[in-house]
């Protein structure tokens, strides 16, 4: 009798222990599912002139669902666009600047290409004193996760690795609202440079995402930018910019 009650206990204990197991692996296989049922449901909020299409919207909206990215936003809300709030430098940091993250979409002029960029910190007086740290030996910016460029024509997100150059004192510069250049994500994409007074003034902005960005290989002898479809220099034919709402 008590052998069979041991039995009886043993295989109650086995059950049991399966149970429970079957039980966590259903709970954690739901768990995956649910993240994957969030990110095909996410659908980022927001209005422009350049994306319009479902398939465009979908895809702006995947940048924000990568693992690098630490939190979806809402929506976007429009802060500037060239054509309607005029293409001064200095009207486009009156509109965007200390507004928090910030998002781009822009129109080559040559190639019609649209692309893009995100700033997690946005731009302003004091972006990069509050925000980053530099190691002056490597001129390595640290802290720029959340910071890419993209190009809609061929589907591709290219993260922030660092700056090349090895001057750190060029991005703390860049971020804290520098007077020669509107939107700036270094080589990869800056609207305008050299100064510059327009945003869509000919051939003033550039993009060389070879250097500072995740590119395999990584070509640093890039001729044609991935992202304009031209050499280095193009001209804006419509910028918009967002404000990035959580």
């Given at each position: 009798?008590?052998c069979?009650?041991?039995?009886?206990?043993?295989?109650?204990?086995?059950?049991?222990?399966?149970?429970?197991?079957?039980?966590?692996?259903?709970?954690?296989?739901?768990?995956?599912?649910?993240?994957?049922?969030?990110?095909?449901?996410?659908?980022?909020?927001?209005?422009?002139?350049?994306?319009?299409?479902?398939?465009?919207?979908?895809?702006?909206?995947?940048?924000?669902?990568?693992?690098?990215?630490?939190?979806?936003?809402?929506?976007?809300?429009?802060?500037?666009?060239?054509?309607?709030?005029?293409?001064?430098?200095?009207?486009?940091?009156?509109?965007?600047?200390?507004?928090?993250?910030?998002?781009?979409?822009?129109?080559?002029?040559?190639?019609?290409?649209?692309?893009?960029?995100?700033?997690?910190?946005?731009?302003?007086?004091?972006?990069?004193?509050?925000?980053f740290?530099?190691?002056?030996?490597?001129?390595?910016?640290?802290?720029?996760?959340?910071?890419?460029?993209?190009?809609?024509?061929?589907k591709?997100?290219?993260?922030?690795?660092?700056?090349?150059?090895?001057?750190?004192?060029?991005?703390?510069?860049?971020?804290?609202?520098?007077?020669?250049?509107?939107?700036?994500?270094?080589?990869?994409?800056?609207?305008?440079?050299?100064?510059?007074?327009?945003?869509?003034?000919?051939?003033?902005?550039?993009?060389?995402?070879?250097?500072?960005y995740?590119?395999?290989?990584?070509?640093?002898?890039?001729?044609?930018?991935?992202?304009?479809?031209?050499?280095?220099?193009?001209?804006?034919?419509?910028?918009?910019?967002?404000?990035?709402l959580?």
């Open positions: 009798m008590a069979c009650i041991v039995i009886a206990i043993i295989l109650f204990v086995g059950l049991l222990a399966s149970t429970i197991t079957l039980g966590v692996l259903y709970a954690n296989e739901k768990k995956n599912n649910s993240s994957q049922s969030d990110d095909s449901a996410y659908q980022l909020d927001f209005t422009s002139k350049l994306i319009t299409s479902d398939d465009g919207k979908a895809f702006i909206s995947s940048l924000f669902t990568t693992s690098e990215v630490s939190e979806k936003p809402t929506s976007l809300k429009l802060l500037y666009r060239g054509s309607e709030d005029g293409w001064a430098r200095s009207r486009y940091h009156q509109v965007v600047d200390n507004k928090g993250p910030i998002f781009s979409i822009v129109q080559v002029k040559e190639t019609l290409r649209i692309c893009g960029g995100f700033q997690k910190f946005g731009v302003g007086s004091n972006v990069a004193i509050n925000n740290r530099s190691d002056p030996g490597r001129g390595i910016v640290k802290g720029i996760f959340e910071y890419f460029v993209y190009s809609l024509d061929s591709q997100k290219f993260n922030y690795v660092n700056n090349f150059y090895g001057n750190s004192s060029y991005w703390f510069n860049a971020y804290a609202n520098d007077a020669g250049v509107g939107w700036d994500q270094g080589w990869g994409l800056a609207i305008p440079v050299g100064g510059a007074p327009n945003l869509n003034d000919y051939f003033s902005s550039a993009s060389y995402i070879g250097f500072g995740n590119i395999n290989p990584q070509p640093n002898t890039e001729k044609t930018s991935i992202l304009t479809g031209v050499e280095y220099k193009f001209t804006v034919k419509e910028i918009e910019v967002f404000s990035v959580y």
